[in-house]
């Protein structure tokens, strides 16, 4: 029984080993940047919109709504880092219900390698909003004493992050699976179809998790910007 | 019955026991969590969008304890390294 993306190798060499997950998340890389470069190609801002660009605006319009309200400051720093995870996990999951496609986000590699960047990601933001002095103490916030409690607190919700998209879709191709030797014909196309759904879900609490550890980096540039307003 | 056998059974039923029980609370949990928003959107109808997120984040966060009993089972599962050890005397 397949477990995961990584078990389809197509050529092992030394170096590089060429897996069924690099695979599938190079295909997807393209489809996304050709797409998106053939509908930005020729923009308009007249009555008539094209109804793939339509499409991506409301993509934007959405991320860029959600992001202002869950970080309650101006969305457009942040867009580039959580529309990409969004998007990207969104068209992994959707894909899968195309025959022969192993969704990528199934393999705990690509689940890490996002966890990481999401962790990366938050020192970066707070220290480029706040300076590096102010972040850090950051982590002594309540009293110096919850200083291992906070490095482990972030390192553990990293894990979470990654072992919670991992199981999620890799539980709903698997499911997929048994039930096809189990109860063929209808049950595998319901379980599949809910495996679309949790795919979707799964991508937006991806994101939605990243916005909230970003802007929980960022509290302290808020508190000291309404000190400023007030005084 | 010889350790490698041992090893087996015990991985077996304690990943077993391991996914089903530590499943049973986090699932009460997010019922409840799941209950009391149901609630407050029904009792204010137009803040659904905050309710929603803050739902999410929330369950996404009691979800954690069930994903590290998760890890633990697919761990015994698939990467245990007591299985390996002994695998690798028993050909070696």
Partial sequence: MRLSPDSIVFFENTFIPLNGTILFTWLVMALLTLGSWFVTRRLSTGPHVPRWQNLIEIIITLLLGQIREVTRQEPRPFLPFIGTLFIFIAVCNLLSIIPGFQAPTGSLSTTAGLAICVMVAVPLFGIQDSGVGAYLKNYIKPTPMMLPFNVIGEISRTLALAVRLFGNVMSSGMIGGI???????????????????????QAYIFAILAAVYIAA???????????VEKS | MDSLTLIAVASIVSAAFCISIGSIGPALGEGRALAMALNSIAQQPD??????????????????????????SMILIFANPFWNYFLSKIGG
């Avoid at chain 1, 039930?179 to 879900?201: D, E, K, N, R, S």
């Avoid at chain 1, 980096?217 to 000190?227: I, P, S, Y």
Wanted: net charge negative; proline share 3%; aromatic share 6%.
């Fill in chain 1, 179 to 201: 039930l096809l030797a189990i109860a063929p014909l209808i049950f595998p196309v319901i379980m599949q179809m809910l495996g679309l759904l949790t795919g979707i879900v």
């Fill in chain 1, 217 to 227: 980096g960022l509290q302290v540039h808020e508190e000291q910007a309404a000190k």
């Fill in chain 2, 47 to 72: 803040e659904t969008n905050t309710i929603t997120r803050t739902l999410f984040v929330g369950l996404a966060m009691v979800e954690s304890t069930a994903i590290y009993c998760f890890v633990v």
